[in-house]
């Protein structure tokens, strides 16, 4: 690291590229802020897509008589939901989004190190959703397999998508690898060089340390997934034997022989448990951020925050595992895995214990995307107790492939990183739109989705501890083995999860009206501290900031600073310039020693 | 400063607030598409790893296969270690701004790096003739697995050569940014050669 002394105000300069036409700077533009909004235009219609599948699942499974899908159809729904939402979804909002648009605003920087690299990555991405879309128009439709894409089955017939539908969802999957790495190489340069000058890493708001840390996880991570998408491809198109073992098919003996499925469940778990905090480190961030805004308290336990961020991303790679309890390891290796799984929840619970203290005692105004971090930390206080369950061998063998699983990991990577994206578009409404958002949409759109989403998935949990399994067509004749009651909360699950769904119209309703009939919005309207409320434009223009770049003079949590006359001090004021309350005149600005 | 050093800052404290307020904001000193290679190296290195334990994972069972090493692999890695050292002969020259050198080196690198791609094939070629195939053995799936996405890895290190090799011909460029276009170039050649070198010994230790 470089302690190196720099003269006073002189802040190093990048090139800054600038559009030479409308097609440069509106469609194939460099600019972050133009890319992070493209990334979240895509991944929200392609989430709209998983949306509607798993709409058509819900009134499957609560009206199975009527059949509204085929058994093929349903397994396609459920695979696809799975993947998109992950994936494409939730890993490209919140770091090809929130990444995009967060980074270069918030260390002070005027874009991204590398804009072309930015802007390459970004329609990749949208190769890999075209391409996952495709496989819906192809003959046998898209993959079936499950979104964990088990072989054998994944590429046996019988599996609906077994023609093209898998090889296609590889074939994004991997593009999608490339064009992430493009994009993360970015997100990890420009915070570890294109800091502006006195952003020193533990200055950072917790969002940067989010994304960031989450980068690094994924730059990791991918790899394992693209290394099975690749064998899987092999196994598929030339018949290798990387994961297929001897099979007879229809009768007839197939050529593959001595593969194992277990390696990729192996390899796909080293991918799918860090993707897990993929989602949810910049999760962790945002809302950190958000809360000690809205209750005007600094960040309770920075450090340790940025800790945990830390801790949890490092041990992340160490319990994969765990999400094959059942596929019959050995008992050491379970309990391996289920202690680590069990320290992984140390780090975890000090994040959530911090937030709830940065709550304590704070100023706290119950605006739209406080009340979302709030239910944030509701639903994954929950969802992260079923996780201990889960985490204990013995638990989670009766549990598992049942409802409860559905439950948990709904919850805590689902809903919960959810709630954080609504929390952070409200939060930045202004100052990416220079207008304010509605707030009576906004606190209906708030109500219908936090106990929606409550009533869907905590029922969920009685379900699978009676036995109800997951992925089941329909139930048959075993539908007599449970309660009337397991019935009738499907029904009534389903019908929660239409109207959950519905209700997000109040969402889209309220950014696009507000994007032109909104009250626009004054200059930091919430009294942040972080850079990106100091750009001279709202919303910020290309370049980010003035001629001169921002100098930093404090960390983004100065809220009610003794002395201060402002219950706010923005990270460029330096303590000279710091407007003091009365009876304090004359004396220095100073922080707390604690 | 370490990370536990920099993860120990107390960033609230005055006296921790006065060494900030002159730091120069970057992590690292050198340039930023250092870091990057360095942080894109290290993602190929997870992805290779993990083929690598894969392929000593399938090993352990009963039907794997030994496949003959044709000794074209070994005129193959000599031809890639000599591409390698012809790029640090690139490298070397243009650091001191002498391309009119350099550039005879950094086409010769590349130019044998295209020749060790050509050797691959031929070694393809030699495999499948004597009836090992992809789908024979899981020892062959992996060594054409293995070895091909060892070439698209230098294939995409060609396109920025390329890149480097127009440049270096033309009157007007700017010099700073060739030169470390080239020395980035050179570090991503070294570390394909030791990617193949463990490729080649797992391969013949197998």
Not at chain 1, 61 to 74: C, H, R
Not at chain 1, 124 to 143: D, E, K
């Amino acid at each position: 690291m470089s302690d190196a002394i720099i003269p006073e105000r002189e802040v190093e300069e990048q090139e800054l590229y600038h559009a030479k036409s409308w097609w440069t700077e509106k469609v194939f533009s460099q600019d972050a802020k133009i890319i992070a909004i493209q990334y979240f235009c895509t991944a929200t219609a392609i989430a709209l897509i998983g949306l509607v599948l798993s709409w058509f699942m819900r009134m499957q499974i609560a009206f199975p008589g009527i059949s509204i899908i085929s058994e093929g159809q349903y397994y396609q729904a459920i695979t696809m939901h799975g993947m998109i939402m992950v994936v494409y979804f939730l890993t490209a909002l919140f770091l090809g989004g929130f990444g995009n648009y967060l980074i270069p605003l918030m260390v002070g920087a005027r874009d991204m190190v590398f804009p072309y690299l930015n802007m390459v990555s970004y329609w990749t991405f949208l190769l890999a959703c075209i391409i996952l879309v495709a496989s819906f128009f192809t003959p046998g439709g898209p993959t079936g397999a499950g979104w964990t894409l088990y072989p054998p089955q994944a590429i046996l017939g019988g599996t609906p998508g077994q023609e093209s539908g898998i090889i296609l969802m590889l074939v994004s999957l991997a593009i999608f690898i490339i064009g992430f790495t493009m994009g993360g190489l970015n997100y990890i340069v420009t915070v570890l060089q294109a800091r502006t000058r006195g952003m020193t890493l533990m200055r950072m708001p917790l969002s940067i340390w989010g994304i960031f840390t989450a980068t690094v996880l994924a730059m990791f991570a991918f790899p394992a997934l693209l290394v099975s998408a690749i064998m899987m491809i092999l196994d598929k198109t030339l018949m290798t034997s990387f994961f297929m073992p001897a099979l007879v098919e229809m009768g007839e003996q197939l050529s593959y022989g001595g593969g194992s499925p277990i390696l990729f469940q192996h390899l796909f778990w080293f991918f799918g448990h860090p993707e897990v905090y993929i989602v949810a480190l910049p999760a962790f961030g945002i809302v950190s951020d958000v809360l000690s805004v809205h209750a005007r308290k600094n960040i309770f336990g920075y450090r340790m925050m940025v800790w945990a961020i830390v801790a949890i991303g490092a041990l992340s790679f160490i319990v994969w595992a765990h999400h094959m309890y059942v596929s019959g390891m050995h008992p050491y290796f379970g309990f391996f895995f289920a202690t680590t799984t069990l320290i992984i929840a140390v780090p975890t619970a000090i994040k959530v214990y911090n937030w709830v203290l940065t709550l304590w005692k704070g100023n706290i105004t119950l605006t739209v995307p406080m009340l979302f971090c709030i239910s944030f930390i509701i639903t994954f206080l929950n969802g992260g107790l079923t996780g201990l369950f889960l985490g204990n061998v013995i638990v989670d063998v009766p549990l598992s492939d049942t409802y409860f699983v559905v439950a948990h990991f709904h919850m805590v990577m689902g809903i919960a990183p959810v709630q954080v994206v609504f929390a952070a578009i409200y939060h930045w409404y202004p100052l990416m739109t220079g207008r304010m958002y509605n707030e009576t949409l906004g606190r209906l759109h708030f109500w219908f989705t936090f106990l929606g989403s409550y009533l869907i998935y905590f029922p969920m949990h009685y379900l699978g501890l009676i036995g109800v399994p997951r992925r089941y067509y329909e139930m048959g004749q075993t539908e007599a083995l449970y309660t009337q009651s397991a019935a009738d909360l499907n029904i009534f699950i389903t019908l929660t999860a239409l109207i959950t769904g519905f209700a997000q119209i109040f969402f889209f309703i309220n950014i696009f009206w507000s994007k032109k009939y909104g009250a626009s919005a004054e200059r930091n309207p919430w009294k942040a501290n972080s850079l990106e409320w100091r750009t001279p434009d709202q919303p910020p223009g290309h370049g980010n900031f003035a001629a001169e770049l921002p100098v930093v003079y404090r960390w983004p949590y100065d809220f009610n600073v003794p002395g201060a006359k402002d219950d706010y001090i923005p990270q460029d004021v330096p303590n000279s310039d710091v407007e003091l309350a009365d009876g304090f005149e004359g004396t220095e600005i100073k922080a707390e020693e604690t | 400063m370490s990370i536990f050093e920099t993860l120990a800052q107390k960033p609230w404290l005055p006296s921790q607030e006065r060494k900030d307020n002159e730091h120069l904001g970057k992590s690292f000193s050198f340039e930023s598409s250092r870091v990057a290679l360095i942080c894109f190296l290290c993602s190929i290195t997870a992805l290779f790893s993990l083929f690598f334990v894969a392929y000593i994972g399938r090993m352990a069972y009963g039907d794997w296969r030994i496949l003959p090493e044709p000794n074209m692999l070994w005129l193959n890695t000599f031809i890639l270690f000599l591409s390698s050292v012809f790029f640090q002969k690139a490298k070397n020259l243009s650091n001191d701004y002498n391309f009119n050198r350099s550039k005879f080196y950094l086409i010769i690198a590349g130019l044998f790096a295209l020749f060790f791609i050509i050797g691959q094939i031929s070694v393809w070629n030699t495999l499948t003739s004597s009836g090992y195939f992809v789908d024979s053995n899981p020892s062959f799936a992996f060594f054409y697995m293995l070895t091909g996405l060892h070439i698209i890895h230098l294939l995409g290190g060609l396109v920025v050569w390329t890149w480097s090799v127009f440049q270096i011909f033309k009157e007007d460029i700017s010099y700073s940014k060739l030169k470390s276009t080239i020395s980035s170039t050179a570090i991503y050649w070294h570390y394909l050669l030791a990617i193949w070198m463990a490729l080649f010994c797992l391969l013949i230790a197998t």
